[in-house]
């Protein structure tokens, strides 16, 4: 199910057999796109300029003009079935132990402006964060531990494609009893809050209807990639997804061959994860050092140091590597350097 994934105009930084990594500013990579071409776009800003939350007010509203650039363009590129989505930590304002809006005002600004509808409002609940701010939780204990950042699920129609029974979560140890005895653990009647909890109740759907609250912690340990990063000594990416996060909205969201961005990519976990669950993939990052190391996503412990060292080297250098030779035939010479010149627009979104 090879199909290329090449922009007009600008050289990609590495491809696997679905995707494609490019570095550069999503807003100009973004625009290469034919419109209503993509499914989904999943990603998580620059968490940076939230970190400076030393910004007030007007800084804020920086921000969300800033990233209603982006949104607008993603609007543009959206098939009409197509969701965005956007995972957004919160902050404090600069000094106080005041919430700061600005990651409620982004959903109404995208929707009041931009024109998308807000399909539904996830909550990532993170139990592994560390306590913060320390001033507020810590020290004056005046507030709790920040541990949920919203995700919001966009979409450019009503009715965007979408499947809950991709994503069903285990069931329970009383739901497991409940299925294998019903007679015995649940007598169908009508409930006080008026639902109808009839005898359908007890049917096996291989699974629960997971909730809106994600709870997925950010420790997992990211093998392929941190050992990478470690072997050719580099720094791994600050922010990371837990490949969860994007799993969850990938399947639920999209389908096998449908194309998955993310256009604020850092280590590339929405591609890692969309080119496992067999979606085409294209991923947008703008610094080319976070880009070379999100290669070791698709590489694996039989790659060598020195295979590793020199992909990494010349993705910095600004050649294109075809990844697929290395992943195909692991004892090959670096021969994968994809001369410049060689894309041109083929058969992008078919
Ligand atoms: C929060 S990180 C994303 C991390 C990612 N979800 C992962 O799993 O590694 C945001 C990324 O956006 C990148 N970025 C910021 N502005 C950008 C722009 N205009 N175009 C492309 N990438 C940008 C930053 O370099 C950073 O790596």
Redesign the pocket.
């Given at each position: 199910m090879t199909k290329n994934l090449f922009l007009r105009d600008t050289q990609a930084a590495y491809i696997t057999a679905v995707g494609a990594a490019y570095c550069?500013?999503?807003?100009e990579?973004l625009q290469q796109l034919p419109n209503d071409s993509v499914q989904l776009v999943m990603?998580?800003?620059?968490?940076?300029l939230q970190r400076q939350k030393e910004y007030g007010n007007k800084e804020q509203h920086e921000y969300i003009d800033w990233l209603a650039k982006?949104a607008t363009l993603v609007h543009q590129k959206l098939r009409p079935d197509g969701s965005f989505v956007l995972?957004l930590g919160g902050s404090y304002e600069k000094g106080v132990p005041v919430r700061s809006l600005y990651n409620f005002r982004i959903p109404i600004r995208l929707c009041d402006e931009i024109g998308f509808f807000l399909a539904e409002d996830f909550y990532w609940f993170n139990p592994s964060k560390l306590p913060s701010p320390i001033e507020w939780v810590n020290k004056r204990k005046i507030r709790a531990k920040d541990s949920v950042n919203t995700v919001w699920w966009f979409s450019k129609t009503e009715f965007p494609k979408a499947d809950i029974s991709k994503v069903l979560a285990p069931y329970s140890d009383r739901m497991k009893k409940l299925l294998n005895d019903p007679e015995k653990y649940y007598q169908p009647k009508l409930r006080p809050s008026g639902h109808d909890i009839g005898k359908g109740f007890g049917k096996n759907n291989g699974g629960s209807i997971p909730s809106n609250l994600l709870q997925i912690s950010n420790s997992e340990s990211n093998g392929q990639y941190l050992d990478g990063c470690k072997t050719v000594s580099v720094k791994q990416?600050p922010?990371?997804?837990p490949t969860k996060l994007p799993e969850f909205f990938i399947r639920f969201l999209s389908d096998p061959d449908d194309l998955v961005v993310?256009?604020?990519?850092?280590?590339?976990?929405?591609g890692q994860v969309a080119e496992a669950e067999n979606r085409r993939w294209l991923s947008?990052?703008?610094?080319i050092e976070?880009v070379a190391a999100?290669t070791f996503r698709f590489l694996t412990k039989k790659n060598s140091q020195e295979e590793m060292q020199l992909i990494y080297n010349q993705i910095c250098e600004g050649k294109t590597i075809d990844l697929t030779k290395y992943q195909l035939d692991i004892q090959s010479n670096i021969t994968a350097v994809v001369k410049p010149g060689t894309y041109v627009q083929t058969s992008l979104l078919d």
């Open positions: 550069g500013d999503s807003l990579l990603t998580s800003p620059p968490f940076a982006f995972d990416h922010a990371r997804f993310d256009i604020f990519a850092g280590s590339n976990t929405t947008f990052e703008n610094n976070y999100s």
